[in-house]
């Protein structure tokens, strides 16, 4: 069977079977990789925020946007149903979350990547999502292969962010 690649860029996520094959580059982004092995069709998200900062109150105000990790798993799970796939029927995988900046990073907040791992992690406990896989945070970028197919995801971490200034010995 021939696979259609599906390059997503930052804000977009993708639902589809095994006739895709879904690519995207992380850096302090963070997909999110879902699986249902029975049906063969999954999800991959890549979003920049864990959450929208200036998230309006009524729901009825929201769009919801794919750039912000909540919002992101909250489409791809609405897609994912309507195959009758329930969350808690799917595996899980993340990815990215690199400290790009080391250092532009306050030292009383983490870098933007780690709070964006951290939050996919624990959006998929809370909605009883399995991970069954994870490469997360370091340094540099990750190019990342999600293979509906089979369920199987390539990460390759590669370049270097910015490095710490060296440090002259006396």
Known sequence: MTQTTVHLAPGDYFVGDAR???R??????VSITLWHAGQ????????LLADRPDRPHAPD???????YGDEALTLMLRR??????????????????ADMFPR????RRPAV?????????R????????????????SGYRVIVFDIATGDVWARQAGQAEQPAAQEVE
Do not use: W
């Not at 063969?40 to 979003?47: E, K, P, T, Y």
């Not at 009758?84 to 990215?96: L, M, N």
């Open 24 to 29: 995207t580059l992380l850096g302090s982004c």
């Open 123 to 138: 959006m998929l406990a809370r909605c009883g999502i399995e991970v069954v896989s994870t490469s997360l945070f370091g």
């Open 113 to 121: 990547g780690r709070r964006n791992g951290d939050a996919a992690t």
């Open 104 to 107: 532009a990073r306050s030292p």
């Open 61 to 67: 105000l929201l769009r919801l946007d794919g750039r």
């Open 20 to 22: 895709y094959r879904v």
């Open 80 to 97: 994912l149903a309507r195959h009758d796939i329930r969350p808690q029927d799917c595996q899980a995988k993340v990815f990215g979350g």
């Open 40 to 47: 063969r069709r999954g999800a991959m998200s890549h979003f």
